[in-house]
């Protein structure tokens, strides 16, 4: 399959029934319909948290703000990784009419900041041309209890992006019912978060038809390894295509 740098990403229409999958590294992702609609999860573009932890990147961030451009915005939780609160302001003058979804762990920021957004309590739905998004439960803890996933459905075609989350069967059941084709899941196995191998359980519970892992490499405290990933889903679910994507590289799937 041919991999997709930014320009091409942004040029460009999927196929009919298909998706264009964006890594930004971390948990950022991107993604764009044959609608041309694209919605953004979770970018982390900044040096945010090496400046407030001391977590520093194990790779550049391969957009600046300045020029991410999309429909949707979703952040899953208010952690600095998640919600970079160094490029958001910075988003938001760059893409007024995108309307910013986020959980209530952001409200804080977002009041402070007085930046219009929509809050979201799982089981909600909201539309993007001929997508849905389905906010969905994710098991991060006491780190952060009101974190979310979403399920984005597209035609007859699904995605499932875990978010931060524990391996929890009882949230995982209730996504069964998606019957999902491309799996996005956390695999760092730190901060509460699946492990590659508690991700491959979940692939193959889901029977997912793509899995792209993410989470991982972004910082050394996180670890996350794909290619143990991508080995334990070709043991547990051999039917499933891994794709392991760099930051700043896309794919049609």
């Known amino acids: 399959m041919m991999k997709l740098d930014y320009a091409l990403f942004k040029e460009k229409t999927p196929g009919s029934r298909k998706v264009f999958v964006y890594f930004l590294g971390g948990a950022g992702f991107i993604f764009k319909f044959d609608s041309g609609k694209t919605i953004c999860i979770d970018p982390y573009l ?43 302001e910075t988003l938001k003058n760059n893409n007024p009419s995108a309307p910013i979804i986020a959980p209530e762990n952001c409200d804080p920021f977002f009041k402070e900041k007085k930046i219009k957004y929509r809050c979201v309590k799982i089981n909600e739905s909201i539309s993007l041309a001929n997508a849905e998004i389905l906010t969905v439960d994710a098991d991060h803890g006491d780190q952060s209890p009101l974190a979310i996933g979403c399920v ?31 799996l996005i899941p ?33 910082f050394e405290v996180h670890g996350g390894d794909a290619e143990k990933f991508k080995k334990e889903v070709n043991d547990r679910s051999p039917a499933t295509n891994v794709e392991i994507l760099k930051p700043g590289e896309g794919i049609e799937l």
């Open 46 to 88: 900044s040096d945010f948290v090496e400046r407030m932890y001391g977590f520093k990147r194990l790779f550049p961030a391969p957009l600046k703000a300045e020029i991410l451009s999309y429909d949707m915005l979703l952040l899953t939780h208010e952690h600095g990784d998640h919600l970079d609160i160094d490029i958001i």
């Open 152 to 182: 984005i459905k597209f035609g007859d075609r699904s995605i499932y992006f875990t978010g931060d989350t524990a391996f929890n069967t009882g949230i995982f059941d209730g996504i069964k019912e998606y019957n999902i084709d491309i």
């Open 186 to 218: 956390c695999i760092n196995g730190a901060f509460g978060n699946m492990s590659e191998s508690e991700a491959a359980e979940l692939t193959k519970m889901l029977d997912a038809k793509i899995a792209v892992p993410s989470h991982y490499g972004l």
